[in-house]
């Protein structure tokens, strides 16, 4: 499956080998990037627009005239002679064929200012929903991903790398939800669904993008991992029965299978609804670990959020009819913890690209007035120690360690 996909790779990645610089674009912000001058005479002029690596990449770029440029002093002040260039800020979304992770490729895509690159697991769904939500061609390319196989996720970084394109941020957001499911269903190397796809095909993914990163050239680098209340027992959301809580990870040691122990990462009985509130336990302790790991060497922004409860997306598919209707008015009108896809993609993006919201390390949340604010994680979603040892486990098997 991930060969055969990967085989009609080429000809949509062209779609990005193509471009050209976006003359349709307003030359005024400076998107999600706030510099001192110094900085930006350092970036722009001599990495972007005189390497060799630039050139051969053929990236859109945007020119920014000093005069133009209104929105943000920074430029204003740069040089008013100089021309400078900055070229578009590529985002990897996983999941990005519905629900979340498009509303935020939209978002995105709105500012003119980023190339998407829609990882996503069905190829032909992804490309009906970027046409149906508006998304302009030169601002997304889709790519194969299917994160329940750890294969597809390295044929995907292979693929990516082979496109030549930079990698600015990373957004761990797809991931999927089985609460009605009695038995436990597996990815192909035989881990239990849930959690092998919202976290150890993401950890495989960030692990390896991790190096691309590191390399990009842009002035703010990020990698988001979407967390939850839900797996935060700190609120009521969180004291929905089923809890999480992933024990010892004795089921994890022994590879979320019940052939060595169990499906669940505590070591118990199967249920859906547990396994993927556990996942985003896992989600929100990998994004510490990878700030303690990387951030002071790397200067990447590590984040999660909890973008409110978007009640109405795809990832309660399985749920019973009941719940799927009853749910979207419970969160509008009892808990208020509704919130609309368009909303939580601003959101997202923001987290994506805010030059206010650079600080590593946090779980970001947003009030009713839909500001932001740093939120705290139950004890065991920080749990430093858990999080050392869910890496190390999650290393071992994704074949890392
Ligand atoms: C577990 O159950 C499952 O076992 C597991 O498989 C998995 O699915 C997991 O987290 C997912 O859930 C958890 C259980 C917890 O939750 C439920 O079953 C609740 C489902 C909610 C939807 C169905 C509700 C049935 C409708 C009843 C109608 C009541 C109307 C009252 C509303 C007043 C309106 C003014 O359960 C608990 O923790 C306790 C359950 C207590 C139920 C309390 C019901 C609260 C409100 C339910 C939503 C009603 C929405 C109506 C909106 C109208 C707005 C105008
Ligand atoms: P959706 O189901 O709409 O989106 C999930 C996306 O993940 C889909 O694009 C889906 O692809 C993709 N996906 C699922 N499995 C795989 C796989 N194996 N490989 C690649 N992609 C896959 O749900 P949401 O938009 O609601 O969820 C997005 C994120 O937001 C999740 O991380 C979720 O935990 C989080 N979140 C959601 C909340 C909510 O209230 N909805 C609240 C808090 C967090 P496909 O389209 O092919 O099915
Ligand atoms: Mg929850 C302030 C209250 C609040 C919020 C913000 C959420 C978010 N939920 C709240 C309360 C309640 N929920 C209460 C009081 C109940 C009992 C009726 C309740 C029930 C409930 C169920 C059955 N809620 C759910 C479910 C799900 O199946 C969803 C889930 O747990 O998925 C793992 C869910 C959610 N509630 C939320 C959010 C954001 C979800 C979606 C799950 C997620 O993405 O984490």
């Known amino acids: 499956m991930a060969l055969q ?19 349709s674009l307003k030359e005024t912000g400076f998107f999600g990037v706030s510099v001192p001058n110094n900085h930006l005479k350092a970036e722009f002029d001599c990495s972007l627009i005189k390497s060799k690596e630039f050139r051969k990449r053929e990236l859109p770029v945007r020119t920014i005239r000093a005069q133009t440029a209104t929105t943000t002093p920074a430029i204003t002040e740069a040089a008013p002679e100089a021309k400078k ?22 978002a995105l895509s709105e500012t003119g200012q980023c190339h998407v690159i829609m990882a996503c697991r069905n190829f032909l769904k992804a490309e009906r929903a970027a046409k149906t939500a508006g998304i302009p061609k030169e601002n997304y390319t889709v790519m194969h991903l299917d994160l329940a196989s750890l294969e597809s996720v390295r044929q995907f970084v292979d693929t990516f790398r082979r496109s030549g ?22 990815t192909a190397e035989g881990f239990e669904l849930s959690v092998g796809t919202n976290h150890l095909g993401h950890f495989l993914l960030a692990r390896l993008l991790l190096d691309d990163l590191k390399k990009s050239d842009y002035p703010t680098k990020r990698l988001i991992i979407v967390g939850s209340i839900t797996g935060n027992t700190n609120t009521l959301a969180g004291n929905v029965p089923p809890k999480a809580n992933l024990g010892d990870l004795r089921g994890l040691v022994g590879g979320l299978n019940d052939l060595n122990s169990s499906p669940m990462i505590d070591g118990g009985e199967f249920d859906g609804a547990k396994a993927y509130k556990d996942s985003k336990v896992c989600n929100m302790l990998t994004m510490q670990e990878l700030h303690r790991r990387y951030h002071e060497e790397t200067g990447i922004t590590f984040a999660s959020l909890y973008p409110g409860c978007i009640a109405e997306t795809g990832l309660f598919r399985n749920h019973i009819p009941l719940f799927r209707t009853l749910f979207p008015p419970f969160q509008k009108y009892i808990t208020k913890g509704y919130v609309s ?10 987290v994506v690209s805010d030059p206010s919201l650079t600080k590593s390390g946090v779980y970001w949340s947003w009030n009713k007035n839909s500001s932001s604010f740093e939120n705290q994680l139950s004890k065991e979603a920080s749990n430093a120690e858990k999080a050392l040892k869910l890496w190390e486990i999650s290393e071992k098997l994704v074949g890392l360690a």
């Open 5 to 23: 996909a990967a085989s009609i790779l080429p000809s949509t990645v062209s779609i990005y080998k193509e471009g050209k610089s976006n003359a």
């Open 85 to 106: 260039t900055l070229r578009k800020c590529v985002v990897v979304i996983t999941g990005a064929s519905s629900g979340l992770g498009l509303a935020t490729a939209k």
């Open 165 to 186: 394109m930079p990698l600015d941020v990373l957004v761990c957001n797809a991931a999927v939800y089985l609460p009605t499911a009695k038995e436990p269903t597996y």
């Open 341 to 350: 896809e368009e909303e939580a993609g601003k959101r997202l993006a923001q």
